[in-house]
Structures are given as structure tokens and as C-alpha cells.
């Protein structure tokens, strides 16, 4: 390799140096307002569940 942009043992050193921050997980949604979404996904507005690999196809 012809030279380099910065030397291998300056590598990552921001990386280390940042504190490690725990994700926050995301609260699910109260089961009543999920089958509510799930019911106006599937009936009202006609989604089907699923990837739907061959019906989009033909």
C-alpha cells in the first residue's frame, strides 16, 4: 500500500474513548390498542400478514 491516511495505532481511539450508553427498549403497546391497529390493518384496509413472496409476483 502506498502510505496511509493516519497510523494503525491512533485506530479507534475515539471509539474507546466515548462511554458505553445502554439502549432503551421500546415499551410494547397495550394489547388492546395493538388489536385494534392489527384489526384496521387486516380488515379494514385489507393487508394480508406475511411476506406475500408469490402472490405479488404473478
Do not use: W
Not at 502510505?3 to 485506530?11: D, F, I, Q, V
Not at 450508553?21 to 379494514?44: F, H, L, T
Amino acid at each position: 500500500m502506498p502510505g496511509s491516511h493516519g497510523s494503525l495505532t491512533k485506530a479507534g481511539k475515539v471509539r474507546q474513548q466515548t462511554p458505553k450508553v445502554e439502549s432503551k427498549k421500546a415499551p410494547k403497546p397495550i394489547p388492546r390498542i395493538r388489536n385494534k391497529r392489527n384489526y384496521i390493518k387486516r380488515i379494514i384496509q385489507g393487508q394480508r400478514v406475511g411476506q406475500e413472496k408469490f402472490d405479488r409476483r404473478r
